[in-house]
Nanobody, 125 residues
Framework: QVQLIESGGGLVQAGGSLRLSCAAS????????MGWFRRVPGEERKFVAA????????YYADSVKGRFTISRDNAKNTVYLQMNSLKPEDTAIYYC??????????????????WGQGTQVTVSS
């Protein structure tokens, strides 16, 4: 079982940067692929980025490619989302998620069992 807690959200001006963190409990964190998703109230949760257990394979939504970077530190049981050149349309609640299968994180987020509680990111224009 993995428990996830996000942090690092906040209010930032357009063009600014934020780094989100997702701390995971459990000694098997390094066995899990991780992902970041976001949701605007009234809309469906959308995929943002994912990486495999090693951190070498990553995948990004087109809307964030080149601006966001996902990474992990298995020694700290933490995954990060570095967000640069933020835009007002990046405003959302950001969630991290975990699964043993990288493919599930990327292609079947509806099947993910482990989610954090979310952290709010607001980008002002």
């Amino acid at each position: 079982q993995v428990q996830l807690i996000e942090s690092g959200g906040g209010l930032v001006q357009a063009g600014g940067s934020l780094r989100l963190s997702c701390a995971a409990s459990g000694r098997t964190f390094s066995n899990y692929a991780m992902g970041w998703f976001r949701r605007v109230p009234g809309e469906e949760r959308k995929f943002v980025a994912a990486l495999d257990w090693s951190g070498f394979s990553t995948y990004y939504a087109d809307s964030v490619k080149g601006r966001f970077t996902i990474s992990r530190d298995n020694a700290k049981n933490t995954v990060y989302l570095q967000m640069n050149s933020l835009k007002p349309e990046d405003t959302a609640i950001y969630y991290c998620a975990a699964d043993r299968a990288y493919s599930t994180v990327v292609y079947s987020p509806g099947s993910l069992d482990h989610w954090g509680q979310g952290t709010q990111v607001t980008v002002s224009s």
